[in-house]
């Protein structure tokens, strides 16, 4: 509270910082965040810059109304030069992160939705809120171009669940390259029973 327009001071909204890293050879410089409309709800993607030069890719995902997870989706080495990462910004429109240090600027896509593989399972593991299956790859997921599926049956049904990752659940049928040789068995249990 040093500020004479401040009546309170502001607190997390769960009583506690999102992101926590202890016993790192690093320290965050700067951070951005971009807000992602994915098709199990809205996320903050936090991006994070490094004194190592390096961009970290991370969503905070509510476990309860207590606590979070915070869940890495990926760190990128940004310059050749180990050198550190001093401003950020995102252009929505471009889906381009800017990243900038002492030794120069350079651009980065806030989705690389094809290294997640081409799977199915693989694309949903990923629980990034930019990529969703799409029937055929793992593809840019955009809240606004869901209409444009409609015309392909294959594609119709994005399939994405940024908030538990659950793969059985969302790519059942779409593993067709992996399912024509799987075997799908249930088993049932009873607790409490030696055999």
């Given at each position: ?27 965050f ?21 490094t ?10 995902l ?134």
């Open positions: 509270r040093n500020h004479p327009a401040m009546h309170n001071a502001v607190y997390p909204v769960h009583k506690r910082p999102l992101v926590v890293r202890t016993n790192v050879d690093y320290e410089t700067t951070i951005t965040v971009d807000q992602v409309a994915a098709a199990d709800g809205n996320y903050e993607v936090l991006f994070l810059g004194d190592k030069g390096t961009v970290q890719k991370v969503i905070v509510p476990r309860d109304d207590l606590q979070t997870e915070e869940l890495v989706l990926e760190e990128v080495e940004v310059f050749k030069v180990p050198t550190p990462i001093t401003t950020m910004k995102i252009s929505s429109k471009r889906q381009q992160l800017y990243v900038s240090s002492a030794v120069g600027l350079t651009q980065l896509a806030l989705h690389r939705c094809d290294m997640y593989g081409e799977a199915c399972a693989d694309c949903c593991l990923a629980r990034d809120p930019y990529c969703a299956w799409d029937g055929k790859s793992c593809s840019r997921y955009s809240a606004s171009q869901k209409r444009q599926y409609w015309s392909d049956p294959f594609r119709r049904s994005r399939r994405q669940d940024v908030k538990y990752g659950n793969p059985i659940r969302q790519c059942r049928g779409f593993n067709s390259k992996a399912s024509k040789n799987t075997l799908e068995m249930v088993q049932y249990g009873v607790e409490g029973s030696k055999s």
